[in-house]
């Protein structure tokens, strides 16, 4: 058997860490590259779901499975193994007695011009908050509605417990074979969100507000949009490598429901805070402070509420041992 390791300078120390393990065991592996060379029976990558997001937004090989593997003690839906507890089921890893679950992916179009597939969801909003986004969508040519709103998310089941969770959406088990669209805020106060069949063309047409509108795939990266999105179900799907045979989606979800039931209590500034670092992964404070655009005081006492909670973890970067990094502790 032989395994590719992607990792990023944030994850060299981890990338050592498992490829000792995968030494001890007798597993043959090598850095993953853009460059082609070694074959690899699968690839484990680092950085829990980010990672994992991160990875197949680069030009890989799509059809090999993935292992995510997070180095925080966060539980995640697309990375479920944490680095200290790796060891413990390599064995599972070498003899392959592992699930191979394939997540749908979403491809996207802006302006008629393809960009990369996503896991998670497709945002469309105005550059600017607090601006109104007209738009009309139309599912397989045939026109749901023209909307004024925030904005407007289209998300596969497994980015449904992301940001459209947040918004307001359902929460789609991974296996359903459906797309979901909702409207943020919409002016029409019936505007729900609509289910779909993973088979449609769903095109956001007509894009306009006060100032340029951009696309947010799966919340990492922007682009600017004229006038029209366009999505429909990628080929491959993504095939996620489950060793875990007890932690599915739904263990996952049940952790995320404690998690939210708790946020009803928190400050507003906790609950930006833990979203940040639940979608964003572990950053310094500094980070916290420029990604949220909240003061540093606020900053210092949100993480100080966290903390205290129990819901989030202080520990030294590895990179700079004066810098503190936070992250998701892990939710029992």
């Known amino acids: 058997m032989q395994i590719g390791i992607y990792s990023t300078p944030a994850t060299e120390t981890a990338a050592k860490t498992l490829k000792k393990i995968l030494d001890d065991s007798d597993i043959k592996s090598f850095p993953i590259t853009k460059s082609k060379g070694k074959q690899a029976d699968c690839v484990i990558v680092l950085g829990g779901d980010k990672g994992v997001r991160n990875y197949f937004h680069r030009t890989f090989d799509a059809t090999l499975p993935i292992l995510g593997i997070s180095e925080g003690e966060a539980s995640g839906f697309l990375a ?3 680095l200290r507890e790796f060891a413990s089921y390599v064995n599972v890893l070498k003899k392959q007695k592992y699930i191979v679950e394939k997540v749908p992916r979403l491809g996207v179009k802006i302006d008629g011009r393809n960009v990369y597939p996503v896991l998670n969801d497709v945002a469309v909003f105005s550059s600017k908050s607090a601006i109104l986004m007209e738009h009309t969508l139309r599912v397989n040519g045939d026109e749901v509605w023209h909307d004024n709103s ?4 289209v998300s596969t089941p497994i980015g449904s417990s ?12 991974q296996d359903s074979a459906v797309f979901e669209i909702i409207s943020v805020n919409s002016l029409d106060v019936t505007r729900r969100p609509i289910i779909v069949s993973n088979e449609s063309m769903i095109e956001i047409d007509d894009i306009s507000a006060r100032l340029h509108c951009e696309v947010v795939l799966d919340g990492l990266e922007r682009y600017k949009v004229n006038k029209t999105v366009e999505c429909t179900q990628f080929s491959p799907p993504a095939k996620i490598i489950r060793l875990k045979k007890d932690t599915t989606a739904i263990s996952a979800l049940a952790k995320k429901v404690h998690l939210a039931e708790e946020l009803l209590s928190m400050p507003p500034s906790s609950k930006l805070l833990l979203k940040t670092l639940e979608y964003e992964g572990s950053l310094t404070q500094k980070d916290l402070a ?3 655009l909240l003061p540093d005081r606020t900053v210092r006492l949100a993480l ?4 205290k909670k129990g819901y989030v973890k202080k520990k030294v970067s590895i990179r700079d041992a004066r810098q503190k990094i936070y992250e998701i502790s892990k939710i029992e």
């Open 80 to 82: 479920q193994i944490d």
């Open 290 to 292: 420029n990604k949220t």
């Open 150 to 153: 925030d904005g407007i998310i």
């Open 304 to 307: 100080s509420h966290l903390l």
């Open 162 to 173: 992301a940001y459209s969770m947040s918004a307001g959406g359902p929460v789609l088990f």
